[in-house]
C-alpha cells in the first residue's frame, strides 16, 4: 500500500518502512509525527482500480512516522549579476531538513461514490433558444 501526502508544499509517494527527506518539522530524533493532508491512497492491485483520490484530501486517512534526524541540505550558491553595471552579488543557502521513517499508513476512508449513479434522473440544464434572425438591410 501507498500514500501520496503533502508536506512543506511538496507532494510525496511514500510507502511503508521508506525514508525520506522532507522540509523542517518540529521534533527531536525518536519523536513521532503524523501527517493527514493525504491526497491519494493506493493498494496492491496493478491496474490501479483500488486507489482513492481525495477531492482534495482523503479524510480519515494518516500515515504515521518517526523523525530519525534533524539537519540540512546541500549548498547552494545564488548568484547574480548584472553586466557592465560592476554589481555582483554572491550567497549560498541550506535548507533545513527533517528524515522521517514511515512506520504505517491508516486508511479509514472508503471509495467516493461517482457523481453519476446509474439509473438517476439526469441534472436539467436551461437552453437559449436563438433568437430569430432579422430580415431585410439596414
Known sequence: MFAVIKTGGKQYKVAKDDIISVEKLAGDAGDHVEFSDILMLGGKKEDGSDAVIGAPLIKGASVAAEVLEQGR??????????????????KGHRQDL???????????????????????????????????EKSGEK
Request: charged share 35%; glycine share 4%.
Open 73 to 90: 541540505g546541500a549548498k547552494i550558491i545564488v548568484f547574480k549579476k548584472k553586466r557592465r553595471h560592476n554589481y555582483r552579488r554572491k
Open 98 to 132: 527533517t528524515v522521517v521513517k514511515i512506520l504505517d499508513i491508516q486508511a479509514k476512508a472508503k471509495k467516493a461514490t461517482p457523481a453519476k449513479v446509474a439509473g438517476a434522473p439526469a441534472k436539467k440544464t436551461a437552453t437559449k433558444k436563438a433568437a430569430p
